[in-house]
């Protein structure tokens, strides 16, 4: 094998966790949801988290003494703070390029027909929350599929903090999940009740959502 052919195997291969992927489809298929501690691959957990501090230091210094009123948008339901990840950095591309990667695995395996991606950063201050919400309603196709994953390095019992998943309408007790750094959770979209419980310190995570293609003749969805 010549030098360059390795190198294309090798970047096609960078990041493909086949193992992982396949956990995913089969939770998927069977519950509807995944939870998998360490998973996110070491390497884009170190970039996410780096640049989310960076990020969010900038945006600290940039906010000065006004906060725009976006800061805290629909206050009584949520409480977090959010920055779209659109690609405009290096490692908002390598972000990209995974969740790229588990959209066509998991439309190969499940046949979801996941069309488009849109992600944000979260950052939980101290006390922030998320009420119990769902993330898509049905009938209204739109998200399928969300996918959460976690950038906190430890994260002790009283840290609070969780994300708790509801199986259905009548569920009070949910799944507990501590949002430790690699953590992935992936969920039908209209099928689970969520809630993120305020947190005795920064919390930081990464939410996203596959969406089907909802085009019909005359409205062509924009490209992300
Ligand atoms: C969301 C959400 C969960 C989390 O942003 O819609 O439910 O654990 N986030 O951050
Ligand atoms: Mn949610």
């Not at 390598?94 to 695995?105: C, F, S």
């Not at 009420?131 to 969300?146: I, M, P, T, W």
């Not at 994953?149 to 994260?155: A, E, I, K, P, V």
């Not at 840290?159 to 969920?187: C, H, R, W």
């Amino acid at each position: 094998m010549s030098a360059i052919q390795s190198l294309v195997l090798k970047s096609d291969n960078s990041g493909f966790d086949e193992t992982l992927f396949a956990a995913i489809a089969d939770d998927l298929y069977h519950q509807g949801y995944s939870i998998t501690p360490v998973a996110l691959p070491s390497a884009l957990c170190t970039s996410m988290s780096q640049y989310q501090l960076k990020m969010d230091e900038q945006r600290f210094k940039a906010a000065g003494i006004g906060r725009g009123n976006d800061y805290l948008k629909n206050e009584f339901v949520r409480t977090d703070e959010i920055c779209w990840i659109t690609g405009k950095s290096p490692e908002e591309v390598e972000w990209l390029n995974w969740t790229a990667q588990l959209q066509r695995y998991l439309n190969s395996r499940l046949f979801l027909g996941l069309f488009s991606f849109e992600s944000h950063f979260a950052h939980y201050a101290p006390g922030m929350y998320y009420k119990r919400h769902y993330d898509a309603f049905k009938g209204e196709a739109q998200r399928v599929l969300s996918i959460v994953t976690y950038l906190n390095s430890g994260w002790a019992i009283d840290d609070g903090g969780e994300l708790v998943l509801f199986t259905d309408d009548n569920d009070i007790e949910g799944i507990k999940v501590v949002p430790l750094m690699g953590t992935i959770v992936v969920f039908l979209s209209e099928d689970f009740p969520h809630e993120v419980l305020p947190a005795q310190r920064d919390r930081y995570s990464i939410a996203g959502w596959y969406r089907v293609n909802t085009s019909v003749s005359e409205r062509v969805d924009p490209p992300l």
